[in-house]
């Protein structure tokens, strides 16, 4: 069954954290009108959400078939993998300048544009693996700002495991966290193989024991987006 198509339009925001300028991919869905407001969900790893997890097209039909509230996705595509590296990882020499642009910088544009709700409930972010990570990250040092957070095999170490440990405002957040069975000897950017599975078990343990609206499951698969795009789909019906 064909389903009204939203748009994908291109735009680009100057970052005064970053000093560079950063590219979205902003969908608007196919009934969009400045008259409805909307949630909206910021995808890192944007590119890859758009084009391998087909989140677009998904917005569409669940859309189109009531299955989700009004949604305005924006992606944000990392140049390469080191860009990646440095904007993701905690010890990413641009991480907190890239976090301080997803609040301070996105936020206000995107709230400017388009006719968004201005609450922390109805943003999420979305990534997988070190995307997951800044992700959360984020919504740990702004969860005024970001309510949810839908995580897909995130990377997960000790600086992440401290964050959550100290983090006491678990009441204004959801997350959702899918992790692999097969997890066990992911090749990391560095070149380390690391065992996504049991770091995602301890954090998701430390994130059991607070006050957060909490969704876990272990997938059967490993670290790729054959398991992560169909997964989508409950991950969108659940926060939206």
Do not use: C
């Not at 097209?57 to 992606?75: C, K, M």
Request: hydrophobic share 35%.
């Amino acid at each position: 069954m064909e389903f009204p198509k939203g748009s994908v339009k291109e735009r680009t925001i100057y970052s005064e954290e970053l000093g560079e300028d950063i590219q979205l991919l902003v969908y608007l869905p196919a009934n969009f009108s400045p008259l409805y407001k909307y949630s909206l969900l910021i995808t890192q790893d944007g590119q890859d959400y758009f084009q391998l997890g087909r989140i677009a097209r998904l917005a569409d039909e669940l859309l189109f078939q009531r299955e989700i509230e009004n949604l305005i996705i924006v992606g944000i595509p990392y140049k390469d993998v080191e860009d990646r590296y440095k904007k993701y990882h905690p010890n990413g020499s641009q991480n907190q300048q890239y976090i301080r642009f997803l609040a301070h910088t996105l936020v206000p544009f995107l709230d400017k544009e388009f006719p968004t709700y201005h609450m922390g409930s109805t943003r999420a972010l979305i990534g997988d693996s070190l995307g997951g990570t800044v992700s959360l990250m984020t919504a740990i040092q702004y969860p005024h700002t970001f309510g949810k957070v839908l995580l897909q095999s995130p990377y997960v170490d000790e600086t992440i495991l401290n964050s959550v440990e100290s983090f006491s405002e678990g009441q204004l957040l959801q997350l959702y966290h899918v992790i692999g069975n097969q997890e066990t000897a992911v090749p990391t950017t560095n070149g380390i193989i690391k065992d996504f599975l049991t770091e995602n078990r301890a954090f998701s343990k430390l994130i059991s024991g607070k006050p957060i609206t909490y969704f876990y499951e272990e997938f059967n698969g490993n670290h790729t987006w054959t398991y992560w795009q169909p997964d989508l789909r409950r991950a969108l019906k659940m926060l939206f």
